[in-house]
């Protein structure tokens, strides 16, 4: 009889709380919660309704299409700058009124680096902040049509950011040697220094602004990395996200606690 288990199978086995646990899921498992997450979903339904429209306003395709090498050099960038200048930066969480965005956004994913659901942002965020990078450049070479386009080259480049993104996190050890290359590279933005290696398949904006470092022993560990800097001392200075949370940040997830501690914690 053939071993296959259907990826659906044992879901709730690897699930914690409302999120899949992406520490103990395989890539078959990947693959089925990856296309069948609602985030995900919106994310094809838009590229399809954003194509259209590219399509539709089109005049000239040749000049429809020209928005897509341009939205392609310049959105990693995009992210790299919100990344580090405006995720891992600390107004956000000062503030009352975005400390539940920063939270959400950001906060929840470095405090527990394997659940799904807080590693994809919330397309109420992502959507627009989108929009706002890449059809005012498309608008620019080719009106309404260029938009569309570049918003649709966007929400490809998201998806597959969002894919590599889970791989990076999965309990997985890849054969492609450059995919093994990237996960290693943000494993170590997530659990040695936050300061650096900002992308998840580009790490050319590292390279080029200093951020970018390859092995642990490259730079001392920081001791921030689970938490961002909002740490006990800063969460009775700006106690929203804590409230927010329920309980003070964590130094390290919930996963890299003895089983025992975790078994008195549950």
């Known amino acids: 009889m053939s071993n296959f288990k259907a990826p659906w199978r044992n879901m709730s086995a690897i ?19 990856y296309l069948t997450y609602p985030t995900i979903l919106l994310y094809f339904a838009l590229i399809v309704v954003s194509a259209w429209a590219a399509l539709h306003f ?24 919100i990344h580090r200048f405006i995720l891992h930066g600390r107004w956000l969480y000062r503030n009352h009124w975005t400390a539940s965005l920063w939270k959400r956004i950001h906060f929840d994913h470095h405090q527990d680096p394997h659940l ?3 590693l994809f942002g919330s397309p109420l965020n992502t959507v627009p902040t989108m929009a706002i990078i890449t059809m005012p450049i498309g608008g620019l070479i080719a ?3 260029g938009a569309f386009c570049a918003l649709s080259t966007a929400l490809i480049m998201t998806c ?9 996190h999965l309990a997985y050890k890849p054969r ?31 390279r080029l602004f200093s951020s ?23 969460a009775h200075r700006y ?28």
């Open 15 to 33: 699930r914690t709380g409302r999120s899949f646990d992406l520490g103990k899921m395989n890539l078959q498992q990947l693959w089925f919660a």
């Open 239 to 266: 106690p929203w996200v804590m409230d927010l949370t329920g309980s003070p940040p964590r130094d390290r997830p919930d996963g890299a606690r003895p089983a025992a501690d975790r078994n008195r914690a549950t």
């Open 212 to 234: 970018f470092y390859r092995e642990a022993r490259d730079r001392p560990r920081s001791k921030h990395v689970f938490n961002l800097g909002y740490d006990v001392e800063e």
């Open 143 to 145: 009106g309404w049509s």
């Open 58 to 81: 089109s005049t000239a395709l040749w000049a429809t299409l020209i928005p897509v090498p341009v939205v392609i050099v310049v959105y990693p960038l995009a992210w790299y700058a």
């Open 160 to 168: 597959i950011y969002e894919f590599f993104h889970c791989i990076q």
């Open 116 to 118: 799904l659901d807080v």
């Open 176 to 206: 492609w040697k450059w995919v093994a290359d990237i996960k290693q590279l943000h494993v170590l933005h997530h659990f040695h220094d936050e300061d650096g290696n900002y992308g998840i398949t580009n790490y050319v904006p590292d």
